[in-house]
């Protein structure tokens, strides 16, 4: 199994740093927290617009890909995109319903399993992604 570093975010410069530093290397700030209380703090935080990678978990792209084919925006939900999630859900079946004989449905499938398959590589490379999903 490959192992993977995690990275944790200075709080003065927002440079990425290695998880288990004790300064930053980039501007010197001393890091007070561990690695588990920065991490959970930050997805806790309202006002902090990403997911962090959590120590000891990963997410299954296989997963992901699945929830995404079953119902567009499932998979985002799984890997912590909520109101994402139910945006692209809305979208799809008003999509699916309503315009284009299903055709935008399979659009939608296709998206959100491209953005779920690049967020869980992400996440499981020790890197941030964002709460609301971005365009590839």
Same mark, same amino acid.
């Given at each position: 199994m490959r192992r993977r570093r995690l990275f944790i975010y200075c709080k003065k410069c927002q440079s990425e740093i290695p998880a288990d530093a004790n300064f930053c290397s980039f501007c010197g700030k001393q890091i007070k927290e561990s690695t588990s209380t920065t991490n959970n703090s930050k997805t806790n935080n309202k006002t902090d617009s990403f997911i962090y990678?959590? /120590?000891?978990?990963? /997410?299954?792209v296989g997963l992901v890909l699945l929830l995404s084919i079953l119902l567009p925006g499932l998979g985002q939900v799984y890997l912590g995109q909520t109101q994402a999630g139910l945006g692209f859900i809305i979208i799809s079946v008003f999509l699916g319903t309503f315009l284009t004989l299903g055709t935008g449905y399979v659009v939608a499938i296709f998206l959100t399993m491209l953005w779920g398959y690049r967020d869980v590589k992400k996440l499981n490379n020790g890197e941030r992604i964002h709460k609301w999903a971005k365009s590839v």
């Open positions: 990678p959590h /120590k000891d978990e990963t /997410k299954s």
